[in-house]
């Protein structure tokens, strides 16, 4: 009996280890069919999450701070896009804390005297087209009358970088320029109006010469010659800039702005109309008092495209400022830096250069046409100044001097600048006193040589 129960204490001790054994096997086979899906969803919470989260972050802040951009830098450089390469150069342009230690040596007074003495040669080469007497002594040759032609028409460019100086700099605001230029305007207009009709008419009709005539001859050579009145130029010009960089601080406000803005059309019409009664009056089309052409805008069309321009770049370049994530302070200390002066230097002299040899070739080609056709190349040359063309190639001169300017340099004493124009216009006086007083005289012997010859 005990070897019996025993036995079956044994047989049920085998039994319970086997099944034991089984329930081991079980829970090992269920373990290993665990254990890979465990480490894979575990392995993402521990490892992989954290380094891909801090490979985006590190992505974005090398873009940020060392790119200045924001596309993400997980791609290679070479799959980047042209746009995208040059909108990171632009930015590192734009947006970039350190300064350059370059600073041309002539500020926006230089050019405003160069432009005046300039004004004062354009005066002087319409005086000898008038009558070979005046100021004959300095036409010595064809060489000094390409030369002086050429200076005459340095005016209006160098007075064009000199406005856009004040402005950068902000020593003027945009209303103030647009006063001031509209002043000289007019005023200069009815000077040149009270000349030619008190001592130019009045001296030719005591000489014996119908006033009519006269005024008909004076017409014909301020509309065909030389430009009468840069200041009309400058003053629908400045206007254009006007609505397109000016921000109202009362009226327009707000979705209003953008009529404001619409309104640059304005002085694009005036040129234009201005230019087109111009070539009329020049083509015998339609007839022309002598009192409209100094109100007429005579410079060449290309010196208004280049000013057009430059006002919508200065615009564009504000507007990607701030697009960039730049406040409107930061843009004001970005106009003060060197960096940004070289910088519109150089895009002005671009301009200057490309609208230099496109005004070269259009005029080499009027010449050429006229020629084919029987013309004169004095007549062809006439006719092509007259509607503007030829006028631009003197802006490959100025280049140098662009160069070498820079808006940031202010001057101590502002007086200087409020006396320089007077000093201009005096000057443009006394050149219409010397030249009239030449031609008088010339005229006075030429009638006594005439009284002597009838006499004999």
């Known amino acids: 009996m005990e070897k019996t129960s025993k036995r ?30 465990e480490t894979v969803q575990s392995e993402p919470e521990v490892q992989d999450t954290p380094i891909v989260q801090n490979t985006d972050v590190g992505a974005a802040s090398v873009a940020i701070d060392n790119q200045q951009d924001q596309v993400s830098l997980h791609k290679p450089v070479k799959g980047y896009t042209k746009k995208e390469l040059r909108k990171v150069r632009l930015k590192n342009r734009l947006i970039k804390p350190n300064d350059i230690k370059y600073r041309g040596i002539f500020s926006y007074r230089y050019l405003r005297a160069f432009a005046w003495i300039s004004i004062a040669i354009s005066q002087i080469v319409l005086l000898h087209s008038a009558s070979e007497a005046a100021y004959s002594w300095l036409y010595w040759g064809t060489g000094s009358q390409l030369v002086l032609r050429e200076f005459a028409d340095m005016s209006m460019p160098l007075f064009l970088v000199a406005t856009f100086a004040y402005i950068l700099n902000r020593q003027k605001t945009h209303a103030n320029m647009l ?84 309104m640059c059309i304005i002085p694009i019409l005036i040129s234009i109309t201005s230019y087109v009664v111009r070539w009329l009056g020049v083509n015998e089309e339609i007839t022309l008092p002598i009192d409209v052409y100094p109100f007429l805008t005579t410079k060449s069309p290309y010196v208004h495209i280049i000013f057009i321009i430059i006002s919508l770049w200065i615009k564009y370049r504000e507007q990607l400022f701030l697009k960039f994530g730049a406040t409107s302070d930061e843009y004001e200390k970005f106009l003060k830096t060197r960096r940004n002066s070289l910088s519109f230097s150089i895009q002005v002299s ?48 100025t280049i140098p001097i662009v160069l070498l300017f820079s ?40 009638a006594e040589t005439a009284i002597a010859s009838a006499g004999v």
């Open 8 to 37: 079956k204490q044994n047989q049920d001790l085998k039994a319970i280890k086997k099944e034991l054994a089984m329930l081991l096997s079980e829970q090992k086979e269920a373990n290993n069919a665990l254990l890979p899906s």
């Open 179 to 262: 006063i001031f230029y509209f002043a000289s305007y007019f005023g200069i207009a009815i000077l040149e109006v009270f000349m030619f009709r008190r001592y130019a008419i009045s001296i030719m009709s005591a000489m014996g010469v119908e006033s009519k005539i006269t005024a008909e001859l004076l017409g014909a050579l301020a509309g065909q010659k030389v430009q009468v009145n840069v200041f009309s130029d400058l003053a629908v010009l400045t206007a254009f800039n006007f609505f397109i960089n000016y921000t109202p601080k009362k009226h327009f406000q707000g979705k209003y702005l953008k009529w404001f803005r619409v």
């Open 350 to 397: 671009k301009l200057f250069a490309l609208f230099s040899l496109i005004d070269f070739l259009t005029l080499f080609t009027f010449l050429v046409v006229g020629g084919i056709q029987g013309y004169e190349s004095e007549l062809v040359l006439a006719y092509a100044q007259s509607i503007g063309i030829g006028q631009c190639t003197g802006l490959f001169f």
């Open 407 to 446: 808006y940031t340099k202010s001057h101590k004493y502002q007086s200087i600048d409020i006396i320089l124009p007077m000093v201009g216009v005096a000057l443009f006086v006394l050149v219409y006193i010397e030249g009239a007083y030449e031609i008088a005289l010339n005229l006075i012997k030429t």
